[in-house]
């Protein structure tokens, strides 16, 4: 019997590898990842995140889960929005990621609120109707089952709680996605080569993009799961798309 594969990058590999080998790409790449982020998106990725903060709605005393959460952008914010009533979990896969994250919001003295969790998205670990609000930040493209993990979201957030997606997207002008195109196959992985002594892992970060599903495939799915109001937007030119949905 022929075993079943997945995507990684543009590389077919067993579904149960693509967890273990996209740990490998971040445990790489971990100790610059602030660095690159600044770097691949020319400080841009700042803003994106704000608008998710801002289209979360969060207020005091919300649950919130930031799956992905990496260094802890969106986390350092949601801790000192919902305040010590509420609760932040920030999570990753990968556990060089979280210790980073960490060491991040304990010394911006962000303390009492937040816990750290190492969760596969396909399998959080919390209990049905657990949460007020779920982001997951350029993770999605990540996981191997984008379909369960969607699945596994909407059964974690209470009723009226909303997942925002914000993952890298399909440009929606032909000839700026041409130069997109470009950047990220030329330019992207010596700027990882230079800065990360890492060509490889950014090079399957540009392909792991282009193999993500498009703005309204992506929200279809999120429908299929369960959400209702399903929506999103696009930013600078549709390079990132910020998807959003609720739980009834």
Same mark, same amino acid.
């Given at each position: 019997?022929?075993?079943?594969?997945?995507?990684?990058? %543009?590389?077919? #590999?067993?579904?149960?590898?693509?967890?273990?080998?996209?740990?490998?790409?971040? $445990?790489?790449?971990?100790?610059? !990842?602030?660095?690159?982020? $600044? /770097?691949?998106?020319?400080?841009? @990725?700042?803003?994106?995140?704000?608008?998710? +903060?801002?289209?979360?709605?969060?207020?005091?005393?919300?649950?919130?889960?930031? /799956?992905?959460?990496?260094?802890?952008?969106?986390?350092?914010?949601?801790?000192?929005?919902?305040?010590?009533?509420?609760?932040?979990?920030?999570?990753? +896969?990968?556990?060089?990621? /979280? @210790?980073?994250?960490?060491?991040?919001? #304990?010394?911006?003295?962000?303390?009492?609120?937040?816990?750290?969790?190492?969760?596969?998205?396909?399998?959080? &670990?919390? &209990? $049905?109707?657990?949460? $007020?609000? +779920?982001?997951?930040?350029f993770g999605l493209r990540n996981v191997t089952d984008k379909?369960?993990?969607?699945?596994?979201? !909407?059964?974690?957030?209470?009723?009226?709680?909303?997942?925002?997606?914000?993952?890298?997207?399909?440009?929606?002008?032909?000839?700026?996605?041409?130069?997109? *195109?470009? %950047?990220?196959?030329?330019?992207? &992985?010596?700027?990882?080569? #230079?800065?990360?002594?890492?060509?490889?892992?950014?090079?399957?970060?540009?392909?792991? +993009?282009?193999?993500? &599903?498009?703005?309204?495939?992506?929200?279809?799915?999120? *429908?299929?799961?369960?959400?209702?109001?399903?929506?999103?937007?696009?930013?600078?030119?549709?390079? #990132?798309?910020?998807?959003?949905?609720?739980?009834?």
């Open positions: 019997m022929k075993e079943e594969t997945t995507h990684f990058g %543009y590389e077919d #590999v067993a579904v149960g590898e693509k967890a273990s080998r996209v740990r490998g790409v971040f $445990d790489s790449v971990a100790s610059k !990842y602030d660095v690159m982020n $600044d /770097l691949m998106s020319m400080g841009v @990725h700042r803003l994106w995140k704000k608008q998710a +903060i801002e289209l979360s709605g969060a207020r005091e005393g919300w649950e919130v889960l930031d /799956l992905a959460g990496g260094t802890g952008d969106l986390s350092l914010q949601f801790a000192k929005i919902v305040g010590p009533k509420g609760r932040v979990v920030l999570s990753d +896969i990968n556990q060089s990621m /979280l @210790h980073n994250g960490r060491e991040r919001l #304990v010394n911006e003295g962000v303390l009492g609120n937040v816990e750290y969790v190492q969760i596969n998205a396909e399998q959080i &670990p919390f &209990p $049905d109707n657990s949460f $007020d609000c +779920i982001t997951i930040s379909d369960k993990a969607l699945r596994a979201i !909407y059964k974690a957030l209470k009723p009226g709680g909303r997942l925002l997606v914000l993952e890298f997207s399909k440009p929606t002008n032909e000839k700026f996605r041409s130069v997109y *195109d470009f %950047y990220s196959f030329n330019i992207l &992985p010596v700027i990882g080569k #230079v800065v990360a002594n890492d060509e490889e892992s950014y090079r399957y970060l540009a392909e792991s +993009i282009r193999m993500h &599903p498009d703005q309204e495939t992506l929200r279809g799915m999120m *429908d299929e799961a369960g959400f209702n109001r399903t929506e999103y937007f696009n930013m600078t030119g549709g390079v #990132v798309a910020l998807h959003r949905g609720f739980k009834q």
